[in-house]
């Protein structure tokens, strides 16, 4: 990453989460920072377009959100770093991947769609399924209505259960 852009981008973080440094090379995890930036532009630039993050404001909180995960930082003013966790952050940028991937996946409509089943699957496996089903439901009815007049076969019957 060119090396300006990436004091630009730390220098308008660490204003964000603190206050403004003179000199931001001095700031402690300055070195560390600056690699975690590049780590994540070989890993997930398309995430980021880090030419474009500091105009984009979408993706500056995006890159804000995936920094502040990795950065530790003291409660105060000025508040200072103190532990960058690299992994942490790339970690973060891939969820936030994986999240975009599956917003972008198709949405089937589970409710209206049209399902077919071929001749042999209906005859082989769901008819005998749906047959020990009834089966089961009758012998557990029967169970239920041991001394009444119950009919499986009849709606009243049933609904009179219920």
């Known amino acids: ?3 300006e852009l990436k004091k630009r981008i730390i220098k308008r973080y660490l204003e964000q989460i603190s206050v403004p ?3 931001i090379e001095n700031v402690p995890f300055y070195k560390e920072l600056g ?3 590049d780590t ?3 890993t997930h630039h398309q995430l980021f377009d880090f030419p474009n993050v500091e105009t984009d404001e979408a993706k500056w ?3 804000s959100d995936v920094l502040g995960n990795g950065v530790t930082i003291t409660i105060g003013a000025p508040s200072v770093i103190t532990a960058i966790a690299p992994r942490r952050m790339i970690d973060r940028a891939r969820s936030i991947e994986d999240r975009i991937f599956i917003n972008e996946l198709p949405k089937p409509d589970y409710y209206n769609r049209i399902t077919t089943i071929d001749n042999d699957t209906q ?3 769901i008819t005998p399924l749906i047959e020990t089903s009834r089966d089961k439901l009758v012998s557990l ?3 239920i209505t041991k001394n009444t007049d119950f009919d499986a076969t009849s709606n009243t019957d049933i609904e009179s259960l219920i």
């Open 123 to 125: 005859r082989d496996i």
């Open 35 to 37: 690699n975690a930036l």
């Open 21 to 23: 440094y003179e000199e």
């Open 141 to 143: 009815l029967h169970e």
């Open 40 to 42: 994540l532009e070989q």
């Open 1 to 3: 990453m060119d090396t």
């Open 61 to 63: 909180e995006r890159l």
